[in-house]
């Protein structure tokens, strides 16, 4: 092979790497099967993957789970039973004392080589404008051919099983996290619910938020991709909070991506949080 046709050839799957890792770019939420169990109930939670809440396109592989917990009150409990259908991760785990709890899913970080221009793609096409306009208005890419994303995804949801203590505003430790601000159980339509959004602890500030609302559909209607969600664009406040308006009851998530430069010497340039709150707001 010529070394011209080697230099196109690398040219070329440095572009495709970042072609595919943009059409693979997915939120990655968790829906579970009831959000209210009976006494001694056990929790039945499925992972999904795909652009269009709450309809999955793929199963997460188990291999990279991270971390998968219930939260109670009381402390935290490791997820007893993983395992994986067609188009989603299954949870399944029955926690030792009623209450509430928090079901928390982490992912092992991934890493793309992908060229200047496909990592610009990917933040404009996957809702990055804040972080594209300081690419640019800094130039941070200038005189480079490529770059190393590193992304990572991080999930819950807040499930009742019987009547218990409660466990709404524990933290997960996830390195990007939404935090409610109150008792989602309480949560009815024509309410206004408060989140609050967390960097590796701290309130984050003017970040865009969107929330998917979607009524809440029998399971085979989300497998034929049939629910079309109402989503409506946010940005978190000073104080990294941000105020979901309920217009109905359904099932709704809060989702984010947050793109920080990563750290001098970790292996990539820039890193990629996804972070998603999954929750259920009552009809008056």
Known sequence: ????????????????????????????????????????????????????????????????????????????????????????????????????????????????????AGFRHYLDVEGAPDALARVDREGLLAGRDSVTRRYAKYAKTIVEVGEGARAWSSEAGHPLEFVPASDPSRWRAGDTATVVLRYRGTPLPGIRVHVDQATWPAMEAVAARQVKPRTVELRTDGAGQVMVPLDRGGLMAVRTIHVVQAAQGSGADWDTHWATLVFRAAAR
């Open 1 to 116: 092979m010529s070394r011209h046709a080697r230099v196109l050839g690398s040219a070329s799957a440095v572009l495709l790497a970042g072609v595919a890792a943009v059409a693979s770019a997915h939120d990655f939420w968790l829906v579970p099967d009831a959000f209210q169990l009976a006494r001694g109930g056990t929790l039945a939670v499925e992972g999904r993957t795909s652009s269009n809440f709450p309809a999955s396109l793929s199963a997460v592989t188990t291999d990279r789970i991270a971390s998968a917990e219930v939260i109670g009150a009381a402390g935290r409990e490791r997820i007893g039973v993983v395992g994986q259908g067609p188009s989603v991760l299954r949870l399944r785990h029955r926690p030792s004392a009623p209450g509430q709890y928090v079901v928390a899913v982490q992912l092992h970080p991934r890493s793309v080589r992908e060229s200047a």
